[in-house]
């Protein structure tokens, strides 16, 4: 498996209440990738990353930022976690032009 | 917006048949096409890919797929299904800047 880590694995939090997850890679990949999975609408992009502090939104953004101080690290942050948020995250990380990505394990956050 | 179609939610089929998963795709220039797998509780892992050349891509696990141009298709294939490629399937492909889009991927079914 290519070296993506993401955490945490689980996360349970409150409605208003900021959270956010990490995606470290081993791999120093350029391109970074956040998508949440929810039944019925496959993986969509919430932003991604094509180099340090370069970031991108996706089709899903609103809600979320990111940020990325350095290769390994790319941060997703929900600053007001809504009901609408409860999902299961995903990161991916890509080298090369139109070389394949490789997935994190996924996060599953739960926001009651 | 969405580059790669997925009719079909579900796919079922008995085990030693054919398995075809489809994929239709919109995007302008030289399309960039992946398909990856999902097992239960999992990230995506990759399974093939078409960037240019043959039109006949294998990869892996006995997994095959075929660009057709003419029909902008990317359909998935296995001469013989295992009980073992019950996943969810996704085709997916890069469009504007450097973004990777997937479908809302395909539940395959393998009966005993």
């Known amino acids: 498996d290519a070296g993506i880590t993401q955490s945490p694995r689980h996360k349970v939090t409150e409605t208003g209440t900021p959270v956010t997850l990490r995606c470290h890679q081993t791999?120093?990949?350029?391109?970074m990738y956040w998508y949440r999975q929810d039944p019925g609408h496959g993986l969509r992009l919430i932003h991604y990353?094509?180099?340090?502090?370069?970031?991108d939104k996706g089709e899903v953004s609103d809600g979320y930022s990111v940020s990325r101080s350095k290769t390994e690290d790319f941060l997703l942050t929900l600053e007001s976690a809504t009901s609408s948020q409860t999902s299961v995250y995903f990161c991916?990380?890509?080298?090369?032009?139109?070389?394949?990505?490789?997935f994190g394990q996924g996060t599953r956050l739960t926001v009651v | 917006a969405q580059s790669v179609a997925q009719p079909e939610d579900q796919v079922n089929v008995a085990e030693g048949n054919p398995l075809t998963v489809k994929c239709t795709y919109s995007?302008?220039?030289?399309?960039?096409l992946f398909w990856y797998v999902q097992y239960p509780n999992r990230g995506l892992q990759f399974l093939l890919k078409?960037?240019?050349?043959?039109?006949l891509v294998k990869g892996s696990y006995g997994f095959e797929a075929e660009f057709n141009k003419s029909q902008t298709s990317f359909h998935l294939k296995k001469p013989s299904a295992l009980v073992s490629d019950s996943a969810l399937y996704f085709c997916?492909?890069?469009?504007?800047?450097?973004?990777?889009?997937f479908g809302k991927g395909n539940q395959v079914v393998v009966i005993p």
């Open positions: 991916a990380i890509r080298g090369e032009l139109n070389t394949e990505a490789f």
């Open positions: 791999e120093n990949h350029r391109y």
């Open positions: 990353s094509y180099g340090v502090k370069d970031t």
């Open positions: 995007v302008s220039g030289n399309p960039y």
């Open positions: 078409y960037i240019t050349g043959d039109n």
């Open positions: 997916a492909t890069y469009y504007g800047n450097n973004r990777l889009a």
